[in-house]
């Protein structure tokens, strides 16, 4: 019972503490810019917004996936493919060793533009998860992540996408190989 007690008391802390974070000053995400070496390509979340919510690319958006070859259809799948992650054991995760080692290597890919200094990186993607979490309401899907990310523009490295993506065969094994493993851990934990 004392363990009950504990937990809910952490879980109303950290919520508390989100929502002062989220809450402040700090803005959410506006752009995303895909960078390969000098090669810069911006684009709004608005447009992403409207493309996970319509199936439609539109603007530049509608460009660039004509020039990639990619479906709009297929992106828009893809923002909007929700996870379930339970907000306490999903904090717990990014705050233990292998979570953090976990961000380090999404912070290679995904980073405040100009900014790949991990004091500033890591806290801004677990704001992004934490965030997109509370929005999805203990779901989490790539849109709710970039709209809740705390930088107005968020840099994506193309070459270090490219070497992940070429080491995971897909991306329900990562899934699974970081739901089952993990989480099993933290699960016992906090019950």
């Not at 705390?150 to 992940?164: H, V």
């Amino acid at each position: 019972m004392k363990n009950y007690y504990s937990l809910i008391s952490k879980t109303f802390i950290y919520l508390l503490l989100n929502f002062f974070i989220l809450s402040s000053s700090a803005k959410s995400a506006e752009q995303i810019s895909f960078v390969s070496g000098i090669f810069n390509r911006t684009i709004t979340i608005d447009l992403l917004d409207n493309l996970a919510k319509t199936g439609e690319a539109q603007g530049s958006l509608k460009n660039i996936l004509k020039f990639s070859n990619q479906s709009p259809k297929d992106l828009a799948n893809l923002l909007n493919q929700e996870f379930d992650l339970p907000l306490t054991i999903t904090s717990k995760l990014m705050y233990s060793t292998i979570g953090e080692v976990i961000i380090l290597r999404v912070a290679k890919i995904i980073y405040p533009i100009k900014i790949r200094d991990k004091s500033i990186t890591v806290p801004a993607i677990r704001s992004g998860v934490i965030g997109g979490i509370l929005i999805g309401n203990g779901k989490l899907s790539l849109i709710q992540f970039f709209k809740s990310y705390p930088n107005k523009t968020i840099a994506i490295n193309i070459p270090a996408l490219s070497k992940i993506i070429n080491k995971v065969d897909s991306m329900s094994e990562l899934i699974k190989f970081f739901s089952s493993s993990p989480l099993e851990g933290i699960k016992k934990d906090t019950g």
